[in-house]
């Protein structure tokens, strides 16, 4: 049965058929009427300081939890304040739905105060957008926002709202269905493709397990680990889909890529098959592509039918959804080696044989000091404290390649990072989206003393809702990724990345009413991350760390993956 109601109210309820419990926003002008019929609705706000954080925290919550997040902000700059985080879901196909208000439909056009062309901005920066014009629009573009966010390959929808539309009233149907005739998602796969798959797979002499985001996003963990141990394959997790299989499970070799371990790189470049699955063959894992995995046939698994071939020519190409491919994918291998009576495959032996040889031969490890906290002495202390099981969120820089290689994640949805664009500023406001999510789940916020500065303000909104996120500064002074770079390929000529001055911890985190300090010895460093886990509240631990550590392993810029930089090495001169 229809009711008169607002625009406003309209769109509440829309969210609330949508299963929203949060949004992350910041009010303005031309969304006053949104707000006041939020007064009085059970849909939780959370006031950020900034609305890139909005996006950022809703993307916390989505990449925690798979749902769409939800992020609002009101017309000009409070809109084209998100972009940066419509762009960074776009690029980690993060599902969110971004409200925007915008001035009056009269007065689109006129330079009225606080419009700006937010629709046209944003079309580069989304799956899809919307202007709302027509308050009977409202209720189907809602649900079908949120079902282009979260369906196919996910990403970022916007929908931008007049406030007319806002304002004004009209008769609410529920939208029971959902037509777009020019939008299809493919998700079976092709049955005689995963046959053929199947049958490469079971060829194969040294096969590889390359996974990416897509698993995550997909929720086809278990459906991965499922083949993995059909095939027995070596695998690899890129940045985005650590998680996917259990850093703690024998077949996991670890992340490749530009600072991925020597041996997943070592493997992938002697592979004769890689089965990839949601990936889409990014420049940080592949280095030069003209080199990368010379010898091996591509099976290229994915739900975008855009990313087959478009970086490298995919051997048996496979559309569809992760998740409803895999199993049977992994039953048909079942199926084929039973018939064969499960002939020894002497050519895996031997394969698993050199993978081993490579790992043992430069491991992954931490280095210590007696005399200074080196960063990898950091994360092996928060790895050894969250035991796999931790959220953490991380900013952009070298701590981001560390936490990556250094830290476990014997879960999907616990790492959380910006992988795609490399956006400063959003470790801490993922980290709020995320705690906002699994509110009794330990949250660890690790960040540079450069992303940290940019995401200050949210200081507030930990301490204003009571978050127990614990913020980790990994303070080495310096830009370090920058700085790392212009060391080895810049002749150490180092411009414009010295961070002469970093807030006081103790003074800082007071300010907003809750405990941080600073550590410089790594004697203090176990204790003083038990004494932030254990403290009931927000904890800002400032950790001076030796300034100009690199990290390794590292593949330079249009290096093949297996022409990797090991260690220290003499600066270069510039080219």
Not at 31 to 55: C, K, M, S, W
Not at 418 to 439: E, T, V
Request: glycine fraction near 10%; hydrophobic fraction near 40%; charged fraction near 15%.
């Amino acid at each position: 049965m229809s009711q008169l109601m607002s625009g406003a109210k309209i769109l509440l309820e829309c969210l609330s058929r949508e299963g929203v419990d949060v949004i992350f926003g910041y009010p303005g002008g031309v969304t006053l009427p949104f707000y006041d019929a939020l007064y009085d609705h059970p849909i939780r706000h959370v006031l950020v300081r900034h609305e890139q954080n909005a996006a950022f925290a809703a993307q916390g919550y989505s990449r925690s939890t798979g749902r769409v997040g939800v992020c609002c902000a009101t017309s000009g700059p409070g809109a084209t304040n998100l972009v940066t985080g419509l762009v960074d879901a776009m690029m980690d196909s993060i599902p969110i739905v971004a409200l925007t208000g915008q001035v009056s439909t009269k007065l689109i056009g006129t330079d009225a105060f606080q419009e700006a062309d937010t629709f046209g901005i944003t079309r580069s920066a989304t799956k899809h957008n919307y202007l709302v014009k027509n308050i009977k629009d409202l209720p189907s573009v809602i649900h079908e926002a949120f079902y282009i966010a979260a369906s196919g390959r996910p990403g970022p929808v916007l929908v931008d709202i007049t406030k007319d539309v806002f304002m004004g009233n009209a008769q609410y149907e529920p939208v029971n269905s959902i037509h777009l005739p020019g939008y299809k998602v493919y998700t079976e796969g092709h049955t005689g493709q995963i046959r053929r798959a199947a049958q490469m797979i079971l060829e194969a002499e040294r096969p590889m397990i390359y996974a990416g985001g897509g698993i995550i996003l997909g929720n086809a963990h278990d459906e991965l680990r499922e083949l993995v141990e059909a095939v027995d394959a070596p695998t690899v997790c890129t940045l985005m889909g650590l998680g996917g299989l259990p850093c703690e499970h024998p077949n996991f070799i670890s992340m490749p890529g530009m600072h991925g371990s020597y041996a997943a790189n070592m493997a992938m470049s002697g592979a004769d098959l890689l089965i990839a699955l949601g990936v889409r063959f990014d420049d940080r894992v592949t280095g030069r592509l003209a080199a990368f995995a010379p010898h091996a046939k591509i099976i290229h698994v994915d739900i975008d039918p855009a990313e087959i071939s478009k970086n490298r020519n995919a051997d048996l190409p496979i559309v569809g959804d992760l998740k409803r491919i895999l199993p049977k994918l992994t039953a048909i291998i079942r199926e084929i080696r039973t018939e064969s009576g499960n002939l020894e495959r002497t050519g895996l032996k031997a394969w698993w044989k050199q993978v081993r040889g490579w790992k043992e031969e430069n491991p992954l490890v931490p280095v210590y000091s007696t005399t200074e906290i080196k960063p990898q002495h950091l994360m092996a202390e928060i790895d050894r404290i969250s035991g796999g099981k931790a959220i953490v969120t991380s900013d952009v820089g070298q701590h981001q390649m560390w936490a990556a290689q250094l830290i476990r994640y014997n879960a999907p949805r616990l790492w959380i990072n910006s992988g795609g664009l490399g956006s400063m500023g959003f470790g801490l406001p993922s980290a709020i989206g995320a705690q906002f999510a699994n509110p009794d789940q330990l949250v660890f916020s690790i960040v540079g003393d450069g992303g940290f500065q940019m995401s200050l303000p949210e200081l507030a909104t930990l301490m204003n809702y009571g978050l127990p996120v614990k913020i980790i500064v990994m303070n080495n002074g310096y830009l370090g990724m920058v700085r790392q770079w212009q060391e080895l390929f810049y002749n150490n000529r180092l411009s414009s990345v010295t961070l002469d001055s970093f807030p006081d911890p103790y003074l800082l985190a007071g300010a907003y009413g809750f405990k941080g300090r600073t550590i410089e010895h790594p004697s203090e460093l176990a204790g003083a991350l038990q004494e932030a886990i254990e403290y009931n509240g927000p904890y800002l631990l400032n950790v001076k760390v030796t300034p100009t550590e690199n990290v390794y392993p590292m593949v330079p810029s249009g290096g093949a993956i297996n022409e990797m930089v090991l260690g220290p090495v003499q600066p270069s001169p510039v080219a």
